[in-house]
């Protein structure tokens, strides 16, 4: 009960972060084609930019605890939602990939950022339990958001799926910057 209140915040946020994570990485190709980018072509530029999900989180451990990591959190967040509205008007080939590699930086600083978060904002007695719950959350989205997305790109196109992404963005953003507690250079049971 005194953690209730972590665990709706976090529920909701990893309902919500789930969508701007595999909304855009399992549907990048898709993405490219609605675009008019040939199946070949698509696969060629998703290849490249797959290249940022393990040189992400390589460059991000530079700076991963100097930061508070709501706020990484954010503002990855807030650097998917705008990525993502550039990708959906783009065209030239160079520059998509380019916000491609940009968007799946940002994910991936969020995925490394909200992992570690939400195990550091419980209590060692509660910690695992806890965390898995929240969690699954985000596994429960996943499950879900694929269909969501192809509902949302055969109606709306590829500027509807950024929407409906950088929408969820701004709930991360809300749940994280004002129901998230500070936890950086504080001991983990306080």
């Known amino acids: 009960p005194p953690y209730l209140a972590l665990v709706v915040t976090f529920m909701v946020f990893n309902l919500c972060q789930a969508f701007g994570v595999y909304g855009f990485a399992n549907w990048v190709p898709a993405l490219l084609v609605q675009k008019g980018i040939t199946v070949t072509k698509s696969l060629q530029y998703s290849f490249i930019i797959a290249f940022a999900y393990p040189i992400a989180p390589l460059l991000a451990a530079s700076f991963a605890d100097r930061f508070e990591r709501k706020w990484i959190i954010c503002g990855a967040a807030v650097a998917i939602g705008a990525l993502g509205m550039a990708f959906s008007q783009l ?16 994910n991936m600083t969020m995925s490394y950022a909200y992992h570690a978060y939400q ?72």
Do not use: K, Q, W
């Open 119 to 190: 195990t550091e904002i419980f209590p060692t007695a509660v910690r695992a339990r806890a965390a898995g719950l929240v969690y699954s959350m985000s596994r429960v989205s996943a499950t879900f958001s694929g269909f969501i997305v192809a509902y949302v790109l055969l109606h709306a196109g590829v500027s509807g799926v950024f929407g409906l992404i950088t929408a969820a963005m701004v709930v991360v953003i809300v749940a994280i910057a004002v129901f998230g507690p500070n936890v950086r250079g504080r001991p983990l049971d306080a």
């Open 91 to 106: 065209t030239a080939p160079a520059a998509l990939i380019l916000c491609g590699v940009l968007i799946t930086a940002a």
